[in-house]
């Protein structure tokens, strides 16, 4: 069975940075796709940016230019490193593998 565990959320002010890290286990991680969504308050569940097992990576428009996200498969982690944060970028981020979730790590974000 697949675990996920994010870390890295918190609080931020506008224009501020933060980055999330994702810990898989009970995969073979380096052949598996890997995703980032969010949700906020009252919204539905989005993807925010996905990356196969070659690197190659796509994002949700909303965060193009902003966030990139990465993995290192030595450590079974992907991150999403998040720049020029805004207050709409506010939600519980998930990390999700073969349709398992984690359990998300909540990003707020302050005016």
């Known amino acids: 069975q697949v675990q996920l565990v994010e870390s890295g959320g918190g609080l931020v002010q506008a224009g501020g940075s933060l980055r999330l890290s994702c810990v898989a286990s009970?995969?073979?991680?380096?052949?598996?796709?890997m995703a980032w969504y969010r949700q906020a308050p009252g919204k539905q569940r989005e993807a925010v940016a996905v990356?196969?097992?070659?690197?190659?990576?796509t994002y949700a428009d909303s965060v193009k230019g902003r966030f990139t996200i990465s993995r290192d498969n030595a450590k079974n982690t992907v991150y999403l490193q998040m720049n020029s944060l805004i207050p709409e970028d506010t939600a519980v981020y998930y990390c999700?593998?073969?349709?398992?979730w984690g359990k998300g790590t909540l990003v707020t974000v302050s005016s």
């Open positions: 999700n593998c073969r349709g398992y």
């Open positions: 009970g995969t073979i991680f380096s052949i598996d796709l």
């Open positions: 990356i196969g097992s070659d690197g190659r990576s």
